[in-house]
């Protein structure tokens, strides 16, 4: 008997995945003003959600998605789609909603 596991996706396809996640999340970010990549975003994303900073980092760069619970909470927080988020599938927002730049005084 083969112990190995059949997996869907290849490493290209995770990497890919990973970064294109990447891109929504920072493009979600960028678009309520939050401070650039390298300028304490990581703290953001990290407080938002309750990660760690190590952990926002990971999904920032590309490098790690967030668990189904945390992608859900995450696409509430930056106030687009999960179904955006994670697979840019629909429209990003719900009916037109604008991005909410006073969250992110509550969080700071």
Known sequence: ?????????????????????????NEALDDMKV?????????IVAKLIGVTPKGAARWLEGKGLPRPMDQVRLASK???????????????????????????QNII
């Open 35 to 43: 401070l650039p990549k390298y300028k304490g975003r990581q703290h």
């Open 78 to 104: 930056v106030r687009v789609r999960v179904e955006w988020l994670m697979f840019n599938l629909g429209p990003k927002r719900e009916g037109g909603q604008k991005s909410n730049t006073l969250l992110l």
């Open 1 to 25: 008997m083969d112990n190995t596991e059949t997996n869907p996706v290849s490493e290209l396809d995770s990497k890919r995945i990973k970064k294109e996640f990447a891109e929504r999340l």
